[in-house]
C-alpha cells in the first residue's frame, strides 16, 4: 500500500517525541535537541509538499528525497526504509523503550514530552484515560515538579481533546467534503448535489457531514454513496438514505429528494435545528405546515412551496437568509419580507471573493516556508490577490528564528526592491522544482473572483512591509516604534505567558492597541480550537479601546483559530470595531484558508466595510493610525 505524506511526517513526529521523552537521562543532551528538531523540520516540510513523498522516491530514489529542504542523509534513508519495509527500525527500538500510547499524547497539546517523562517514571500511565483518571485522582499534583495549577490545566486540555475527537474542524474535512460533493456531481443520476447541515453555515466544527442529492434514481445513488472507497463502515442504509463512516473517523448523512422537494429538504438540512423550529412556528402562526418536503396549507393541505429554497422563505413572509446566519439570533425577525434594513443588510454583507489582501503572510525568513518571492507569485497567481503583508515573528520569539531590528529593515528594503520589479513588468521567481506541481490550494471558483480576476493587473500588485511584532508579559512590544514606524503596517499578537489572569491578559492587549505604532491585534484571543482556549480576554473592553485607538483587531482565518470567533466578530460590528481576515500562511497553499475566515466573519453579520482588507491597498494604507 502507498504512504502517504502525513503517515511518513507522523512518524518523524513519533521520533522526534521519542527522542525528547528519551532527554532526561541522556548527558548528551545538546546534541539529542539537534535531532529531534531535525524530524520536527523535516515532518513540516513533508506536511507542505505538494507532491507525494512516495512517487518522488520511486522515480528519483534518494536522491529526489535529499532534494526536499530539511532533508538530509539519516532522514531520507528513514524514510527510504519506511517506504521499502513499511517499519523504521530505529523507530522501533525506541517505542519498545516506552510502552506508551503515542498518538494519546502526540495529539494532546499542551503536555510536552518532558512533563509526561516525569508522570510516566512515577505512575502506571499509559494512555490518555490513565492520565485523565491520574489527574481527576490528585496523583500528578503528588509528583514534584507538578503544582495543583498545571494538574488542573492537564485535566482541562484532555477535556477539550475528548469534545475535539467528536467534533471535526471545518478545514480538516474541507478537501473531502468538496471531494465527495464532486464524485456525487459525476453521476448521471444526480442532478443536484449539496453539502448542507453545518458546513453549509460554515461552522467552525463539524459533528457529522449532510449531502442532499437531487435524484429521480436514489436506489443509484445511495449504492454508489455507500461504496466509496472512503466509506469504512455503512451504519445504515434505505430507499432515501443512507448513513456511513469515513476512514476519517468522519460520519455522513446522505438524503436524496425529488426535485419538487429540493428547496424545503434544503431549508431543513441546512439547518441550524434552532433556525429550523423556529421557522416552523412562523409557519404555524400562518396556519401553515413545514418539514423537509415542503410548504403546505393545513387546512387544504395543498402544498405551497418546496422546490426552491427562495421561494420558501418568501412564502413564508421573509427574504432568503444566508445559511452562515441560519442560527436564530434575530435573523428570522429582520429578514421580514419588504425590510429596507435587511435589504441593506445583504447588499453589504461580506462576500466569498471580496478580500483583496492578506494581511499576516510569514516567509521563510522566520517560520514559513516560501520566499517572499514566492508568497507574493502565488498570492497574485493562484490566489487573485492584489497585495499581502510580509508578517515575520520578531526577535524575541526564538523558536521561529525571529527577526532583530537590523533584519526587519533589510527585510523592508528588499520588499521596496520586489515592488519596484513587479510595477517595472521584471519580477521574477525562481520557483522551486518541488513546486512545480499545481494546482495550488483548493481553490473555490465563486464567480466573485472569476469578476475580480478580470479586472485585475498584476502589475498593481504590492507586497508590503511589516511585521508580527511579539507583545511581551507587561505589553511593551520586542521592537522599538522608532523601527516599526518603518514599515508600512504592523501587527502585534500574544505567543507567550498564556496563563496570566483575565486583567493582565486584558491590558497588555491594550497596552499593545494603545501603542501609535500598532495598527492590528492579531489572533486576539489566542485560542487553537478543541485544543487550547487561549488567554483569558476582556473582549468588550478590548473593543472599546481598539476603537478608541483606531486599532484593527484580525479574523485569523487558519481553521485551527478562527479567532475571533463569530459571537465576538458580531460584537465588533455591532460597535464599529474595524476587523481585517487574514490567513496567516506560512505556505502559498494557506492562502485558501481566508475561506474559512470569510465563513466566519459571515456568521458574525460582517459587512464589507467592516473588514479593511476588502479595501485596495492605498485606501488601506490611508485608514490606518
Ligand atoms: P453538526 O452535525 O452537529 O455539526 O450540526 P448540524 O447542524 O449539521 O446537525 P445535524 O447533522 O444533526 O442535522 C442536520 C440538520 O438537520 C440540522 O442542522 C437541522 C436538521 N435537523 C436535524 N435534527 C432536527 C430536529 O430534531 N429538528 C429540526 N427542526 N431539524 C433537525
Ligand atoms: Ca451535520
Ligand atoms: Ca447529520
Ligand atoms: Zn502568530
Given at each position: 500500500?502507498?504512504?502517504?505524506?502525513?503517515?511518513?511526517?507522523?512518524?518523524?513526529?513519533?521520533?522526534?517525541?521519542?527522542?525528547?521523552?528519551?532527554?532526561?537521562?541522556?548527558?548528551?543532551?545538546?546534541?539529542?535537541?539537534?535531532?529531534?528538531?531535525?524530524?520536527?523540520?523535516?515532518?513540516?516540510?513533508?506536511?507542505?509538499?505538494?507532491?507525494?513523498?512516495?512517487?518522488?522516491?520511486?522515480?528519483?530514489?534518494?536522491?529526489?528525497?535529499?532534494?526536499?529542504?530539511?532533508?538530509?542523509?539519516?532522514?531520507?534513508?528513514?524514510?527510504?526504509?519506511?517506504?521499502?519495509?513499511?517499519?523504521?527500525?530505529?523507530?522501533?527500538?525506541?517505542?519498545?523503550?516506552?510502552?506508551?500510547?503515542?498518538?494519546?499524547?502526540?495529539?494532546?497539546?499542551?503536555?510536552?514530552?518532558?512533563?509526561?517523562?516525569?508522570?510516566?517514571?512515577?505512575?502506571?500511565?499509559?494512555?490518555?484515560?490513565?492520565?485523565?483518571?491520574?489527574?481527576?485522582?490528585?496523583?500528578?499534583?503528588?509528583?514534584?515538579?507538578?503544582?495543583k495549577k498545571k494538574e488542573e490545566k492537564i485535566l482541562k486540555r484532555i477535556e477539550l481533546h475528548n469534545i475535539g475527537k467528536k467534533r471535526h474542524l471545518l478545514g480538516d474535512i474541507y478537501p473531502l467534503v468538496k471531494q465527495i460533493e464532486e464524485y456525487l456531481k459525476n453521476m448521471e443520476s444526480a442532478s443536484m448535489v449539496t453539502a448542507v447541515g453545518s458546513f453549509r453555515r460554515m461552522k467552525e466544527t463539524i459533528g457529522d457531514i449532510d449531502f442532499l442529492v437531487v435524484s429521480d434514481n436514489p436506489d443509484s445513488i445511495i449504492n454508489s454513496f455507500v461504496n466509496m472507497p472512503e466509506v469504512k463502515e455503512i451504519l445504515s442504509k434505505g430507499g432515501t438514505k443512507a448513513f456511513i463512516n469515513f476512514n476519517n473517523g468522519l460520519d455522513s448523512d446522505l438524503l436524496v429528494v425529488p426535485k419538487e422537494s429540493y428547496g424545503a429538504a434544503l431549508q431543513y438540512?441546512?439547518?441550524?435545528?434552532?433556525?429550523?423550529?423556529?421557522?416552523?412556528?412562523?409557519?404555524?402562526?400562518?396556519?401553515?405546515?413545514?418539514?423537509?418536503?415542503?410548504?403546505?396549507?393545513?387546512?387544504?393541505?395543498?402544498?405551497?412551496?418546496?422546490?426552491?429554497?427562495?421561494?420558501?422563505?418568501?412564502?413564508?413572509?421573509?427574504?432568503?437568509?444566508?445559511?452562515?446566519?441560519?442560527?436564530?439570533?434575530?435573523?428570522?425577525?429582520?429578514?421580514?419580507?419588504?425590510?429596507?434594513?435587511?435589504?441593506?443588510?445583504?447588499?453589504?454583507?461580506?462576500?466569498?471573493?471580496?478580500?483583496?489582501?492578506?494581511?499576516?503572510?510569514?516567509?521563510?525568513?522566520?517560520?514559513?516556508?516560501?520566499?517572499?518571492?514566492?508568497?507574493?507569485?502565488?498570492?497574485?497567481?493562484?490566489?487573485?490577490?492584489?497585495?499581502?503583508?510580509?508578517?515575520?515573528?520578531?526577535?524575541?520569539?526564538?523558536?521561529?528564528?525571529?527577526?532583530?531590528?537590523?533584519?526587519?529593515?533589510?527585510?523592508?528594503?528588499?520588499?521596496?526592491?520586489?515592488?519596484?520589479?513587479?510595477?517595472?513588468?521584471?519580477?521574477?521567481?525562481?520557483?522551486?522544482?518541488?513546486?512545480?506541481?499545481?494546482?495550488?490550494?483548493?481553490?473555490?471558483?465563486?464567480?466573485?473572483?472569476?469578476?475580480?480576476?478580470?479586472?485585475?493587473?498584476?502589475?498593481?500588485?504590492?507586497?508590503?512591509?511589516?511585521?508580527?511584532?511579539?507583545?511581551?508579559?507587561?505589553?511593551?512590544?520586542?521592537?522599538?516604534?522608532?523601527?516599526?514606524?518603518?514599515?508600512?503596517?504592523?501587527?502585534?499578537?500574544?505567543?507567550?505567558?498564556?496563563?496570566?489572569?483575565?486583567?493582565?491578559?486584558?491590558?497588555?492587549?491594550?497596552?499593545?492597541?494603545?501603542?501609535?505604532?500598532?495598527?492590528?491585534?492579531?489572533?486576539?484571543?489566542?485560542?487553537?480550537?478543541?485544543?487550547?482556549?487561549?488567554?483569558?480576554?476582556?473582549?468588550?473592553?478590548?473593543?472599546?479601546?481598539?476603537?478608541?485607538?483606531?486599532?484593527?483587531?484580525?479574523?485569523?482565518?487558519?481553521?485551527?483559530?478562527?479567532?475571533?470567533?463569530?459571537?465576538?466578530?458580531?460584537?465588533?460590528?455591532?460597535?464599529?470595531?474595524?476587523?481585517?481576515?487574514?490567513?496567516?500562511?506560512?505556505?502559498?497553499?494557506?492562502?485558501?484558508?481566508?475561506?474559512?475566515?470569510?465563513?466566519?466573519?459571515?456568521?458574525?453579520?460582517?459587512?464589507?466595510?467592516?473588514?479593511?482588507?476588502?479595501?485596495?491597498?492605498?485606501?488601506?494604507?490611508?485608514?490606518?493610525?
Amino acid at each position: 500500500m502507498k504512504l502517504t505524506n502525513a503517515e511518513i511526517s507522523d512518524i518523524l513526529r513519533k521520533i522526534s517525541f521519542l527522542l525528547e521523552l528519551e532527554m532526561d537521562n541522556d548527558d548528551n543532551k545538546t546534541n539529542l535537541n539537534f535531532k529531534n528538531r531535525a524530524y520536527i523540520r523535516a515532518a513540516d516540510q513533508i506536511d507542505n509538499l505538494p507532491l507525494s513523498i512516495e512517487s518522488l522516491y520511486r522515480e528519483r530514489g534518494i536522491n529526489g528525497l535529499l532534494q526536499i529542504p530539511s532533508i538530509g542523509k539519516a532522514i531520507s534513508s528513514k524514510i527510504e526504509e519506511y517506504i521499502k519495509t513499511g517499519k523504521i527500525e530505529y523507530y522501533e527500538i525506541l517505542k519498545s523503550k516506552y510502552p506508551i500510547k503515542i498518538d494519546d499524547f502526540l495529539s494532546l497539546e499542551g503536555i510536552g514530552p518532558k512533563t509526561l517523562r516525569v508522570i510516566i517514571d512515577r505512575l502506571p500511565v499509559r494512555n490518555l484515560s490513565d492520565l485523565e483518571r491520574a489527574a481527576k485522582e490528585g496523583k500528578l499534583n503528588e509528583i514534584t515538579g507538578i503544582s495543583k495549577k498545571k494538574e488542573e490545566k492537564i485535566l482541562k486540555r484532555i477535556e477539550l481533546h475528548n469534545i475535539g475527537k467528536k467534533r471535526h474542524l471545518l478545514g480538516d474535512i474541507y478537501p473531502l467534503v468538496k471531494q465527495i460533493e464532486e464524485y456525487l456531481k459525476n453521476m448521471e443520476s444526480a442532478s443536484m448535489v449539496t453539502a448542507v447541515g453545518s458546513f453549509r453555515r460554515m461552522k467552525e466544527t463539524i459533528g457529522d457531514i449532510d449531502f442532499l442529492v437531487v435524484s429521480d434514481n436514489p436506489d443509484s445513488i445511495i449504492n454508489s454513496f455507500v461504496n466509496m472507497p472512503e466509506v469504512k463502515e455503512i451504519l445504515s442504509k434505505g430507499g432515501t438514505k443512507a448513513f456511513i463512516n469515513f476512514n476519517n473517523g468522519l460520519d455522513s448523512d446522505l438524503l436524496v429528494v425529488p426535485k419538487e422537494s429540493y428547496g424545503a429538504a434544503l431549508q431543513y438540512f441546512t439547518g441550524s435545528k434552532e433556525h429550523g423550529i423556529a421557522l416552523r412556528r412562523l409557519a404555524q402562526s400562518k396556519e401553515l405546515r413545514l418539514n423537509e418536503w415542503g410548504l403546505f396549507d393545513i387546512k387544504s393541505d395543498q402544498k405551497i412551496s418546496g422546490e426552491s429554497e427562495e421561494h420558501l422563505y418568501n412564502a413564508l413572509g421573509l427574504e432568503w437568509i444566508p445559511p452562515e446566519m441560519r442560527e436564530n439570533k434575530g435573523e428570522i425577525e429582520m429578514a421580514r419580507k419588504g425590510s429596507k434594513e435587511w435589504q441593506e443588510k445583504m447588499k453589504r454583507l461580506l462576500k466569498y471573493g471580496d478580500i483583496k489582501g492578506d494581511l499576516q503572510v510569514h516567509s521563510n525568513n522566520t517560520d514559513g516556508k516560501m520566499s517572499i518571492e514566492e508568497m507574493a507569485y502565488f498570492a497574485m497567481t493562484n490566489f487573485d490577490l492584489d497585495y499581502i503583508a510580509i508578517t515575520d515573528h520578531t526577535k524575541s520569539l526564538r523558536i521561529a528564528r525571529g527577526l532583530d531590528e537590523q533584519q526587519l529593515l533589510d527585510q523592508a528594503h528588499k520588499i521596496q526592491e520586489f515592488n519596484d520589479s513587479i510595477k517595472n513588468g521584471t519580477f521574477f521567481v525562481d520557483l522551486n522544482e518541488s513546486n512545480e506541481e499545481k494546482p495550488l490550494g483548493r481553490k473555490t471558483s465563486r464567480n466573485d473572483k472569476e469578476r475580480r480576476r478580470s479586472e485585475r493587473n498584476l502589475r498593481d500588485f504590492r507586497i508590503l512591509s511589516s511585521a508580527e511584532v511579539n507583545i511581551l508579559s507587561d505589553g511593551s512590544l520586542d521592537i522599538p516604534n522608532n523601527i516599526l514606524d518603518k514599515l508600512d503596517i504592523v501587527g502585534a499578537a500574544i505567543h507567550t505567558n498564556f496563563s496570566q489572569p483575565i486583567e493582565v491578559q486584558t491590558s497588555r492587549l491594550i497596552k499593545a492597541a494603545q501603542n501609535p505604532s500598532v495598527d492590528i491585534i492579531f489572533h486576539p484571543t489566542g485560542r487553537i480550537i478543541n485544543k487550547r482556549e487561549g488567554h483569558p480576554v476582556d473582549i468588550p473592553k478590548l473593543m472599546t479601546i481598539a476603537k478608541e485607538t483606531n486599532t484593527i483587531l484580525e479574523i485569523d482565518s487558519h481553521y485551527n483559530r478562527l479567532d475571533l470567533r463569530d459571537e465576538y466578530i458580531r460584537t465588533a460590528v455591532q460597535n464599529d470595531v474595524k476587523l481585517v481576515i487574514d490567513s496567516d500562511a506560512h505556505h502559498p497553499f494557506h492562502y485558501a484558508f481566508l475561506e474559512f475566515g470569510i465563513g466566519q466573519a459571515r456568521r458574525g453579520w460582517a459587512k464589507r466595510d467592516d473588514i479593511l482588507n476588502t479595501l485596495p491597498v492605498k485606501e488601506l494604507l490611508e485608514k490606518l493610525k
